[in-house]
């Protein structure tokens, strides 16, 4: 069982990374993950905001990129403290079945807390039924584990996140599905956060 005691609460993470995203892309549209100069600019930027994300909260950060080609790159960025992972985050650019292999990835590695980073805005529904589907047949859960997805949405600057927290050790049963649900305030609009407050301290200052 994991103890949630000095984790990042879920929807602190969430909303700092909404608030950062912005300053870790490049001054052009990103568009899909998929293409292979858009998928390289989406590693660049979530490896810089985790990196910097995670020095805030004294994480060690080690961090690796695979494949050999850039439309084949993936990232995978663990947040640590001493021997022990706080975090994981794997991105699952590509097509379903890639995102599918990324995942069952990312539930074999013990964390307390686990990240997979995709994009799909046409089969977001599909997709989220075919996670939990892996996370029914993945038979090794530990109580406590947290899982969040994001999915990004690049060209609508939004962020979706769906988040479950394991119940049990071992299997899942079907009814257990129920508890992954969207983080409050999901669709995130990235940047939203960032504007409000420019906008009151423009306010302050006029």
Same mark, same amino acid.
């Given at each position: 069982?994991?103890?949630?005691?000095?984790?990042?609460?879920?929807?602190?993470?969430?909303? &700092?990374?909404?608030?950062?995203?912005? &300053?870790?892309?490049?001054?052009?549209?990103?568009?899909?993950?998929?293409?292979?100069?858009?998928?390289?600019?989406?590693?660049?930027?979530?490896?810089?905001?985790?990196?910097?994300?995670?020095?805030?909260? /004294?994480?060690?950060?080690?961090?690796? @990129?695979?494949?050999?080609?850039?439309?084949?790159?993936?990232?995978?960025?663990?947040?640590?403290?001493?021997?022990?992972?706080?975090? /994981?985050?794997?991105?699952?650019?590509?097509?379903?079945?890639?995102?599918?292999?990324?995942?069952?990835?990312?539930?074999?590695?013990?964390?307390?807390?686990?990240?997979?980073?995709?994009?799909?805005?046409?089969?977001? @529904?599909?997709?989220?039924?075919?996670?939990? /589907?892996?996370?029914?047949?993945?038979?090794?859960?530990?109580?406590?584990?947290?899982?969040?997805?994001?999915?990004?949405?690049?060209?609508?600057?939004?962020?979706?996140?769906?988040?479950?927290?394991?119940?049990?050790?071992?299997?899942?049963?079907?009814?257990?599905?129920?508890?992954?649900?969207?983080?409050?305030?999901?669709?995130?609009?990235?940047?939203?956060?960032?504007?409000?407050?420019?906008?009151?301290?423009?306010?302050?200052?006029?």
């Amino acid at each position: 069982m994991w103890c949630s005691a000095h984790l990042v609460p879920l929807p602190e993470l969430v909303r &700092e990374i909404v608030r950062l995203l912005p &300053e870790y892309l490049p001054g052009v549209s990103t568009g899909s993950a998929a293409i292979t100069e858009g998928r390289s600019c989406w590693i660049q930027a979530w490896k810089g905001l985790l990196t910097a994300f995670g020095r805030q909260y /004294a994480m060690e950060i080690s961090l690796h @990129e695979e494949g050999d080609s850039g439309i084949a790159r993936q990232l995978t960025l663990y947040w640590k403290r001493g021997d022990g992972l706080m975090a /994981a985050f794997l991105s699952g650019w590509g097509d379903r079945q890639e995102l599918e292999r990324r995942f069952q990835r990312l539930e074999t590695i013990k964390a307390p807390q686990k990240v997979i980073i995709y994009s799909c805005v046409k089969w977001q @529904e599909a997709v989220l039924e075919q996670l939990q /589907a892996a996370l029914l047949r993945y038979p090794h859960h530990i109580t406590g584990e947290q899982y969040l997805a994001l999915n990004v949405l690049g060209t609508e600057k939004r962020l979706a996140a769906h988040c479950i927290t394991i119940p049990r050790d071992g299997i899942l049963n079907q009814s257990d599905l129920g508890l992954m649900r969207p983080l409050a305030g999901s669709p995130f609009k990235w940047g939203a956060i960032m504007n409000a407050t420019q906008s009151v301290a423009d306010s302050d200052g006029a």
